[in-house]
């Protein structure tokens, strides 16, 4: 089922339902990058570990934990010796080697091979930006209506949220559109509408500019407090970094932010 979102005079169809599951997608990237034997390992090793650092609570989590615990613990030890006999794939193996130590380090989603895709041919990746994409669409049409409203209001505390919710939508956003190759043609073309669209960016951002002006004026107050050379050194350093944030900022969406945020931005970045 489809609907047609309005966003400030941009007209983009969305599903009504197209959330994007992590651990599905991440099964699928099992799937499409290692051979099967090396893909089973892994995820019953994602498994395993994981159960290893639950806690029994109760006895119904305790049966829980030792039936999962059952099924994905083998002796990992003998199966990783049998793929080293029959897969001579050495980046595989290699990759494979990584992960382990990625799921031992706690990593859940953002292992090295999920995003080894330099040519973006992956279905799994190519679904999940599709999604995440469409997912942007939906919720920075909503929060623009609820940004409008609030702005009509005059509640401060209305404004300033729905601001925040927007600034959340815009890094999701930027995350998008690094990959626009992977979208179907209507996703990619309402996107790219979005990032023209000067009040959503206006909205966005202006979070965003505001609290690195204030921790520019910060890092500036904090050099003249502390007169040791490595705090001046880590202070300067913090500043170099908020200033060059708000730069790229400033030269990338100079169009879309208000005047007056805009003169904000250019004071903070000329004053010593």
Known sequence: MMKRILLSGLVFAAQTSFASDPSTMLEARFAEYFPKEIAEYLLKYRVCQHFAG????????????????????IDFKKARAEIRT??????????????IKEIDAGESLHYSFV??????????LNNHFESE?????????????????????????????????LSVQFKYFQEVQTELERLTSATKTSIEALGADKAFLNAALRS?????????????????????????????????????????????????????????????????
């Open 208 to 272: 965003e500019v505001e609290n690195l002006i204030g921790y520019i004026q910060t890092s500036k107050t904090q050099m003249k407090q502390y007169k040791d050379p490595e705090m001046q050194k880590t202070y300067a350093g913090h500043l170099s970094g908020y200033r060059d944030s708000l730069m790229k900022l400033k030269q990338r969406y100079a169009d879309a932010l208000a005047p007056e945020l805009l003169r904000r931005a250019e004071a903070a970045l000329q004053s010593p």
């Open 133 to 165: 994409a469409r997912g942007v669409l939906q919720n920075v049409a909503a929060q623009m209506k609820d940004y409008i409203a609030a702005e009509k209001s005059g509640d401060r505390k209305k404004i300033e949220s729905a601001r925040y919710g």
């Open 86 to 99: 029959k897969i001579k794939d050495a980046k595989k193996l290699e990759m494979m080697d990584l992960t």
């Open 54 to 73: 639950e806690e029994a609570y109760d006895a119904k989590r305790g049966q829980e934990i030792a039936a999962q615990s059952k099924k994905h613990c």
């Open 115 to 124: 995003w080894d895709d330099p040519k973006k041919q992956s279905p799994a």
